[in-house]
């Protein structure tokens, strides 16, 4: 057991400027959003914040009516709050691992839940699992994300990200599945055998089909996707 003096105990858990850039790690599980101007986050996942900081949740027509029917039909979606100023905006996400991603005019797929927070310089639009939706509690969503800038997604443990390649296609977990290059397009089969194996109640057991060139990001949990709850700042 480790046992600090509260001179050791401040001086080691201290903040620390890594002078990283926009969005840099404070740790494995917590992200520090170097504020001048606007970055978007997760609703809720704000943990602290030094300066002046304003936050806002997405207006319902902020995006346009196209993607306020996606939010409707996918339970609310991905719910964003959008910070404004000048500060040390600190994010966190049930202490899931945060990976820093930077797009150079490339294109990647982010399950909704593990979004944590991107540049206001990237395009995004919400893509709905249509085949999969009534069959997982709360569906299942993703966000496509393509531009220029950095994006911020988490993961329960560390992540893994498996290659896929023409006629080798990869099979996945949805419960488990992050995230995928922007190219790929999942199809989705179902496996009666396999949920009887595991026993898993009623109903068929999903699965994710990746083929082509590219590559998905799995994490070594089944996270389970439950209706949007009440709003949180």
Known sequence: MTRY?????????????????????ESERLLEVNLDGMVWTKMGAMVAY???IKFTREGIL??????????AVSGEGTRLTKAEGNGRLYLADMGKKVSILQLNGDAIYVNGNDLLAFEPSIEWD??????????LAGGLF???????GLIAITTHYDPLTLMVEPGAPVVTDPNATV???GNLSPSFRTDISLKTFFG??????????FDGDGFVVVQP????YLQAGPNRA
């Open 5 to 25: 003096s509260i001179d050791d105990f401040v001086s080691t858990t201290a903040e620390r400027e890594r002078g990283e850039g926009f969005f840099e790690l």
């Open 50 to 52: 030094c300066g002046a």
């Open 62 to 71: 902020e995006h346009g009516i196209g993607k306020l029917l996606k939010k």
């Open 126 to 135: 919400i893509k709905m699992m249509r085949k999969i939706t009534g069959v």
């Open 142 to 148: 993703n966000v496509r994300l393509a531009g220029t």
């Open 179 to 181: 995230a995928w290059s």
């Open 200 to 209: 898993r109640g009623s109903g068929e057991s999903i699965q994710m089909c």
């Open 221 to 224: 949990y089944e996270e389970v």
